[in-house]
């Protein structure tokens, strides 16, 4: 073979190995600039958003990492960065404190369902309910899901609506849902 024939096939390899990575992640989203792979676990991938720094440093100090990398399967209500600039200055600093851990799951761990459920199942599940589903999370809060066309909402026991603004992030463990709002259990 010819260095010519060689360094073509070599172009030909590379180009097949590019083509076989971008399919691994194309059926997902991106999410926070980073690539979300669906062979890779929910603290895997969330650890490469930039939208998500807040939320992955709250799961390491409630010491979720161990359950959210688990086998699942789970839904995850991904708030960002923004969503936890909504609340009352000073809240997420507070939540971080080693004191306040159980308060911090709790809070967490509202944002966990222990199934997977992709946005055309919350879309079913809503209308098997007549236009509001009943949520029970791992934290023991109960959300209620709602959707308008293609948009779902996630209502917490006070009130506050948060909107999917990225859904279906497959991961090997589950679904991610990216919101725009922190939900909260009942106060």
């Known amino acids: ?20 990575a971008t399919s691994a992640c194309a059926d997902n989203p991106m999410v926070g600039g980073a690539p979300m792979y669906a062979s890779k676990n929910i603290v895997e991938n969330a650890v490469n958003s930039k939208d998500h720094t807040t939320l992955v440093a709250a799961v390491k100090a409630a010491g ?7 086998a699942g399967p789970f839904t995850v209500l991904a708030p960002t960065n923004a969503a936890f600039a909504k609340l009352p200055a000073g809240t997420v600093d507070n939540l971080l404190k ?5 308060q911090l799951t709790k809070i967490l761990t509202c944002h966990v369902v222990g199934a997977e459920a992709f946005s055309k199942d919350i879309r079913k599940m809503v209308d098997d309910d007549k236009g509001a589903h009943p949520v029970k999370t791992v934290g023991g809060c109960t959300l209620t899901a709602r959707y308008n066309g293609n948009k779902v909402t996630i209502q917490d026991e006070n009130g506050n609506v948060a909107n999917v603004t990225i859904a279906d992030v497959d991961q090997s463990n589950g679904v991610i849902h990216v919101i725009d709002t922190v939900l909260l259990p009942k106060m």
Not at 1 to 20: E, G, N
């Open 1 to 20: 073979m010819t260095a010519r024939k060689q360094t073509a096939s070599l172009y030909a390899a590379a180009a097949a190995l590019s083509m076989i």
């Open 64 to 70: 979720l990492v161990p359950t959210l990398s688990g």
């Open 98 to 102: 080693p004191e306040n851990k159980a």
